[in-house]
């Protein structure tokens, strides 16, 4: 059973680096066969593709948050990490990280996370 | 890029049968058989119900089905039950490559 878990901090201030972690277990990152994605969900609101990478490190980025978005894995810790730039608290919500297959199916969630964009 | 329009809500009597429209175009739903329905209970995180417009993951039971008409993908639920009151989204692939999700629609079990 595949199993991911968000880390990260809760609260970051306006302007500075929203950081966070994905951590896999039960399934190997680098096996292949699966892209690894964020979503994010605004208080009260839909869900909100960030984007995903591959294992090999291709990625592909939201074109709305592109500018400010990186997503970077680490398969030696089966990890993969998001890190979103100058946040303000229209980047508030709920961030999720998610196993994706065959046209961009999500089989498999973590808990989530909500971070919080204030002073 | 907007989201797949779909019901900000329907509901239903326990034992009846629901269907949640999800509209896309021909870049989407209409071009491609990658549709996926999710459940959402308040608070947690998205559960695949249907894959492929029509496919039900292990686990899911057999009241949930998915099908397709031109733009249109549709989520039914049959014999509803108490514990199917969540929110429910579709997701498409696109030809843009950036995955789009409906707008989510609220189910609500009278």
């Known amino acids: 059973q595949v199993q991911l878990q968000e880390s990260g901090p809760g609260l970051v201030k306006p302007s500075q680096t929203l950081s966070l972690t994905c951590t896999v277990s039960?399934?190997?990152?680098?096996?292949?066969?699966?892209?690894w994605s964020w979503i994010r969900q605004h208080p009260g609101k839909g869900l909100e593709w960030i984007g995903y990478?591959?294992?090999?490190?291709?990625?592909y980025y939201n074109p709305s948050l592109k500018s400010r978005v990186t997503i970077s894995v680490d398969t030696s810790k089966n990890q993969f990490s998001l890190k979103l730039s100058s946040v303000t608290a229209a980047d508030t919500a709920v961030y999720y990280c998610?196993?994706?297959?065959?046209?961009?199916?999500?089989?498999?969630w973590g808990q989530g996370t909500l971070v919080t964009v204030s002073s | 890029q907007s989201a797949l329009t779909q019901p900000a809500s329907v509901s239903g009597s326990p034992g009846q049968s629901i269907t949640i429209s999800c509209t896309g175009t021909s870049s989407d739903v209409g071009g491609y058989n990658y549709v996926s329905w999710y459940q959402q209970h308040p608070g947690k995180a998205p559960k695949l119900m249907i894959y492929e417009v029509s496919n039900r993951p292990s686990g899911v039971s057999n009241r949930f089905s998915g099908s397709k008409s031109g733009n249109t993908a549709s989520l039914t639920i049959s014999g509803l039950q108490a514990e199917d009151e969540a929110d429910y989204y579709c997701?498409?692939?696109?030809?843009?490559?950036?995955?789009?999700f409906g707008g989510g629609t609220k189910l609500t079990v009278l």
């Open positions: 990478i591959y294992y090999s490190g291709s990625t």
């Open positions: 039960g399934g190997s990152i680098s096996s292949g066969g699966y892209y």
């Open positions: 997701s498409s692939y696109t030809s843009s490559s950036t995955p789009r």
């Open positions: 998610a196993r994706t297959g065959d046209g961009y199916t999500s089989d498999y």
